[in-house]
């Protein structure tokens, strides 16, 4: 069977979250892995901890991909966001300069979210079960009105209309090839292509946590996944994701 990723698309009219619609599937029946669940309409889209995805019907890209990493362990699960948002960083960047992957795994250019990814895993015996990798890209959308504070799109961006399924493609490909090198162990070079493309890297801005305001350089993220944030007293801290937050410079 060929379990490349994007061997098999549903495309659905309409469904509240597709990440939903393929925890149900892969529940209720036999999923193989690299099968693509494509909304037209996402009524109800997820991003991280409950926030609302924006997407007009037709204009962006809204799915899910489902992956068995059984080949990993909990503590390495940050490498499978890892090697997606990779895929999509390096399908995308041939549209648009100055694209970087924002830690944990939204996809920028410069200060505004073209993209964001919600991965939920189930787990047995220590190892990774089932992987469901929720996806979406503003494509062709131009008036975002949710509280959203910083969305872009494709076509806002370059001003040229994208035909979706070729976008689509190439994304699929994208992560295809990185998964591929994840299975292969080739664990080092997937590091060292997220960290060359990590948002803010080596760049001194302010961050909160906790309630406290500090100044520092992003300097990587460690094996399980965390934030290596360096503050200006040369005290190296590590974050998990939303617990810390990412100031934007006063304009």
């Known amino acids: 069977m060929d379990n490349s990723i994007g061997n098999t698309i549903v495309r659905l009219h309409e469904t509240e979250s597709t990440n939903n619609y393929a925890n149900r599937q892969i529940r209720e029946n036999v999923v193989s892995e690299g099968t693509v669940f494509l909304a037209y309409d996402q009524t109800a889209g997820r991003g991280q901890l409950s926030n609302f995805w924006e997407s007009d019907a037709g204009k962006n890209l809204t799915f899910s991909v489902v992956l068995y990493p059984d080949f990993l362990e909990i503590l390495q699960q940050f490498m499978l966001s890892k090697v997606v948002t990779l895929g999509v960083y390096k399908a995308l960047s041939k549209y648009v ?91 080092e070079q997937i590091d060292q292509e997220f960290i060359s493309v990590l948002y803010r890297l080596n760049e001194r801005h302010e961050f909160k946590s906790d309630g406290d305001i500090f100044s ?36």
């Open 97 to 187: 300069d100055q694209l970087k992957i924002k830690w944990p795994n939204d996809i920028y250019a410069g200060n505004q979210k073209l993209g964001g990814i919600l991965i939920e895993n189930s787990v047995m015996n220590g190892l990774l079960k089932s992987s469901v990798v929720g996806i979406g890209l503003n494509v062709n959308q131009t008036v975002f009105c949710s509280s959203a504070p910083n969305p872009v799109s494709l076509q806002t961006l370059t001003n040229q209309h994208y035909n979706l399924d070729q976008i689509l493609t190439e994304v699929l490909s994208g992560i295809n090839q990185y998964y591929h090198l994840l299975r292969e162990g080739e664990y």
């Open 216 to 251: 520092g350089e992003i300097k990587g993220v460690n094996e399980i996944g965390q934030l290596r944030i360096q503050k200006k007293d040369g005290q190296l801290v590590s974050f998990h994701f939303k617990e810390v937050e990412f100031l934007q410079p006063v304009k």
